[in-house]
């Protein structure tokens, strides 16, 4: 079946440090690949989305590059702000099947000042 | 702007007590879904709706039922609360599915809910 795999939190940086949170996937075909946002007493928020290989998804600083040959949707960012601190899930859909969207189980991150 | 807008946000229930948990959108967008969200867990879907009419189970949904009022709005409905349905509870919407003869179209991501932390004593 369909399912997402990241890692295991949390994780803790210190303010200003490299961040990479993988995510690897196991489909049938082709899916969108999403990263979403959990700030503290919030739902979740789409960060950014990829819909095909090689495709690049960006914002707020953060990247995550669709990977079909690794089958990974990796998120990095360069320099990580203490305001950054959320859970990030990984999920992917198949657009044109139906719209539901299965997710990993989310990463913690902790930036430390 | 509301997006997706849940009632209440929290909420004490005593085992056996039922209870109703609101959800509207104002996006016009056709599938809605409820998610529970546990410790070590992430998300599980409890019941989703494709579109305005239909509903069906998603991966936890014993306990609980639906109604898709209208395009706007999706209850959920506990009947007889247990003390394992201790939760934060999460209403998200999406444009829907397109089907297989729509061709690669590219959605924008599910919208959430602030969501409804509920405690069952």
């Known amino acids: 079946g369909n399912s997402v795999t990241q890692m295991e939190g949390p994780v803790t940086l210190s303010e200003e440090a490299f961040l990479t949170i993988n995510c690897t996937y196991t489909?049938?075909?082709?899916?969108?690949l999403f990263w979403y946002v959990q700030y503290p007493g919030e739902g979740l928020q789409l960060l950014l989305k990829?819909?095909?290989?090689?495709d690049k998804g960006s914002n707020k600083g953060f990247e995550a590059t669709y990977r079909k040959e690794t089958t990974s949707f990796h998120l990095e960012k360069g320099s990580v702000q203490v305001s950054d601190s959320a859970v990030y899930f990984c999920?992917?859909?198949?657009?044109?099947?139906?719209?539901?969207?299965?997710f990993g189980k989310g990463t913690r991150l902790h930036i430390l000042p | 702007n509301a997006g997706v807008t849940q009632t209440p946000k929290f909420q004490v229930l005593k085992t056996g007590q039922s209870m109703t948990l609101q959800c509207a959108q104002d996006?016009?967008?056709?599938?809605m879904y409820w998610y529970r969200q546990d410790p070590g867990m992430g998300l599980r879907l409890i019941y989703y709706?494709?579109?305005?009419?239909?509903?069906d189970k998603g991966e936890v949904p014993n306990g609980y039922n639906v109604s898709r009022l209208n395009k706007r709005e999706f209850s959920l409905r506990l009947e007889s609360a247990a003390p394992s349905q201790t939760s934060v509870y999460f209403c998200?919407?999406?444009?829907?599915?397109?089907?297989?003869?729509?061709?690669?179209?590219f959605g924008s991501g599910y919208t959430f809910g602030s969501g409804t932390r509920l405690t069952v004593v």
């Open positions: 998200a919407s999406s444009e829907g599915p397109r089907g297989p003869n729509y061709g690669y179209t």
């Open positions: 489909a049938t075909g082709y899916p969108s």
């Open positions: 990829a819909t095909k290989a090689d």
């Open positions: 999920a992917l859909s198949f657009l044109n099947r139906d719209d539901k969207i299965i």
């Open positions: 996006m016009n967008h056709n599938s």
């Open positions: 709706s494709a579109s305005e009419g239909t509903t």
